[in-house]
């Protein structure tokens, strides 16, 4: 990739790294559902009114459901719990290897024996933060970011899914239109297109997010809907949302769909695995954070797994 883009996508992995504190800070007025509630109600609106639905099919649903509300309901309800932003970015990272079984099973994807290698020394990690529960990472949190991972991973095959029948629907109008453009401004149009489509993916299916998890809210978190918590929300809450919301959803995600329309995802994804590191570190320097022996060793673990299969496929890639 240019440097340009190079330089954006370490912005992107910080912007996203450090999310997980300023999720830590707006859990200190808001609890996780109506946090999480709040920041798809933002994500929607006013958007909802300006960019056209992308169509309404099980695979949204799916969608919406895994990355938004499974997800993030249940990182916002393992941090509540006591899970550190350190730990909760290093763990989420689980969902690349539950993504690519996911793909095995239900799109018949391989899964390369370099992968297979990934996963394994992935789950030595896990095992070392399942061995070290307590503290910074409660029994409850482990489950419920083990969970936020697996919605997130069927997030990722219906998203990959919707890519597939859009791209399919493009290629047939295309075929029935019978004609031919010039190759450059052909895929200039694609990639602003592609772009364009994700970006309502996200802000249509946090509306779908938004209303399921208010009617949780409301249900679970009764008593925390009334004036007082609104009013009384520090300050730094409130900030927090506004970073949750506009610089790492809209604008993260924004110039991430950018770099994936612009260059292969195979120089884009890798990138992703830098989001645990920058996690770990501004949870240190922001929330004081202890790093032990052991939280290096599983991030040195679960990082060398993804990497793994990472150069892996990039190799497989080339050789075809």
Same mark, same amino acid.
């Given at each position: ?67 938004? $509300? ?110 031919? $453009? ?107 954070? $202890? ?30």
């Amino acid at each position: 990739m240019s440097p340009i883009y190079t330089a954006l996508a370490v912005l992107v992995t910080f912007i996203w790294g450090v999310n997980f504190t300023f999720i830590a800070w707006g859990l200190e007025s808001f609890p996780p559902l109506m946090l999480t509630a709040l920041r798809f109600f933002f994500t929607a609106v006013p958007l909802v009114l300006f960019l056209k639905p992308p169509k309404f099919n099980r695979t949204l649903f799916i969608y919406a459901i895994g990355t938004f $509300v499974m997800q993030y309901a249940f990182v916002f309800t393992a941090m509540h719990l006591g899970s550190s932003p350190g730990l909760t970015a290093l763990l989420l990272q689980i969902q690349i290897f539950i993504t690519v079984l996911l793909a095995y099973f239900i799109l018949g994807e391989a899964v390369s024996r370099m992968q297979i290698v990934g996963m394994l020394v992935g789950v030595l990690g896990l095992s070392v933060i399942a061995l070290n529960l307590g503290g910074d990472m409660p029994l409850a949190g482990f489950i419920c970011i083990l969970i936020a991972a697996i919605g997130w991973s069927f997030g990722n095959i219906a998203s990959k899914q919707a890519s597939k029948q859009a791209s399919e629907k493009a290629a047939l109008q295309e075929r029935q239109q019978g004609t031919r $453009v010039s190759v450059a401004p052909s895929s200039t149009g694609k990639n602003k297109a592609s772009a364009l489509s994700a970006l309502a993916l996200v802000v249509w299916g946090g509306l779908i997010a938004c209303v399921m998890l208010t009617i949780s809210s409301l249900t679970f978190e009764t008593d925390a809907w009334q004036m007082a918590t609104f009013t009384e929300a520090s300050l730094k809450s409130w900030l927090s949302l506004g970073f949750i919301v506009y610089i790492s959803t809209l604008i993260g995600f924004g110039l991430w769909a950018h770099l994936l329309s612009q260059n292969t995802a195979s120089k884009v994804m890798p990138f992703a695995l830098l989001v645990p590191v920058f996690g770990m570190v501004t949870s240190v320097l922001l929330t004081g954070e $202890v790093v032990t022996w052991w939280k290096m060793l599983a991030m040195m673990l679960i990082l060398s797994g993804l990497l793994l299969a990472n150069v892996k496929m990039k190799m497989k890639r080339r050789a075809i």
